[in-house]
């Protein structure tokens, strides 16, 4: 089986795992107790996976709260933020995102927008990118408490102009969240490059790590003040107050392995992704000429994601036919029942969205495995 759905998930890396299995046999301290060593084991090992986030992402360990993953990224940080500081009197009760944003966002918003928020909406390009100067003109009209776009759209691949929306917010010194879940160890992310992105969402379980965990980043607002948000979940003070519960040790060590192989191997990996896509891409194009059009840019996108139309065929008919040799999907693995709303958003057909596929890369592939679609005519 060729499977090409990594951004839907991935396989463990190996040395992941080898990572975590002493935390899910001898390792098993809690690291919130205290003085033994199965307990300061725990707790050392956390201390670790917090740092090699950290390090990844460009930002202070202490601004990494570890999540179940980066649905529960958003949805804290977008509800956090908008509880605690509405009900500490903020002027503003707006909530900004686009709609071409993964479901965790939109549907937050949503949520909020019932529960008495103002929303907007902004509408996005043919490629599912915001426009800054339409950004620029309604975060000056309306002085949002919070801003959510995505760093990189996980159906269709483009990235939003991540370094000029955070100049702007830096300037303006509003709340400016992403959602980079599908970029991180595919684009260089250095959070100390880009100061207006005060709060960050990504998971382990799209580049290489376990499912179920993930981090939440909120950035301090100087060096010694953390920035407040109401959490989601209260108990027992864990994460610095920000997400109760007893830490998932082993997957939270599988997280920090992952994060640290994502930072040493991010050249290699963009490298190898970029050749396989073109590769992929000359094929595709040789074999089906104007059988298939693509939905994907061909610059300022994520490496190794290709959407694409085969005009006038099914594309859930054409993945089951598949479906014996390789692992494709229409989309978002999120939103697979419905007709894909980035794609709508992006201003497609119902008929090309349901002619849609999206091949996603791993830089463990090789040619010869890809040579599989000199077969599709
Ligand atoms: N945001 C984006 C852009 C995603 O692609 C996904 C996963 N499909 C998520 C959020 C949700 O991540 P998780 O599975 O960790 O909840």
């Known amino acids: 089986m060729l499977y090409l759905d990594n951004s839907a998930t991935t396989k463990i890396h190996p040395d992941v795992l080898e990572a975590m299995l002493p935390y899910l046999q001898e390792e098993y301290g809690n690291p919130s107790s205290k003085f033994y060593s199965l307990a300061e084991n725990a707790k050392k090992a956390v201390a670790t996976a917090r740092e090699q986030v950290a390090q990844l ?10 999540t179940s993953g980066a649905t529960e990224s958003n949805n804290m940080i977008i509800k956090g933020v908008a509880d605690y500081y509405s ?14 944003e993964h479901p965790s966002v939109l549907e937050t918003v949503e949520f909020l927008g019932e529960r008495g928020y103002k929303t907007r909406l902004l509408d996005v390009d043919t490629f599912a990118r915001v426009d800054l100067q339409n950004v620029k003109e309604t975060v ?9 776009f995505m760093w990189g759209n996980n159906e269709i691949g483009s990235l939003n102009p991540i370094g000029e ?12 969240h992403t959602d980079a879940t599908q970029v991180i160890g595919k684009i260089p992310v250095n959070l100390r490059k ?3 992105i005060r709060f960050l969402s990504m998971s382990a379980h799209k580049i290489g790590g376990p499912k179920g965990i993930g981090a939440a980043i909120i950035r301090k607002q100087s060096k010694e003040i953390f920035t407040r948000l ?7 003070g864990q994460e610095n107050n920000y997400r109760s519960g007893t830490l998932a040790v082993h997957n939270i060590v599988g997280l920090g392995k992952a994060a640290e192989l994502a930072s040493q191997k991010l050249e290699e990996n963009v490298k190898r992704l970029t050749q396989l896509e073109n590769y992929l891409v000359d094929i595709l194009k ?3 000429g104007n059988k298939i059009a693509f939905n994907s840019d061909d610059h300022d996108k994520i490496p190794g994601l290709i959407s694409l139309q085969f005009i006038g065929v099914n594309n859930e008919l054409l993945l089951k036919k598949l479906s014996s040799f390789i692992a494709l999907s229409s989309g978002s693995a999120c939103s697979s029942s419905k007709p894909s709303h980035v794609l709508s958003a992006a201003g497609k057909t119902l008929e090309e969205v349901r002619q849609t596929i999206r091949i996603t890369l791993a830089s463990d592939l090789s040619e010869k495995e890809l040579d599989l679609f000199r077969a599709i005519n």
């Open 230 to 236: 109401t959490p989601l979940l209260h108990g027992g």
């Open 165 to 176: 929306l955070s100049k702007l917010f830096t300037a303006n010194n509003l709340f400016f």
């Open 194 to 196: 880009h100061s207006g």
């Open 286 to 288: 040789t074999n089906l």
């Open 87 to 100: 009900h500490k009197g903020s002027s503003s009760n707006y909530l900004l995102t686009s709609s071409a």
């Open 57 to 66: 992402l460009g930002c202070d360990p202490d601004e990494v709260v570890f």
């Open 140 to 148: 000056t009209q309306l002085q949002p408490l919070l801003t959510s």
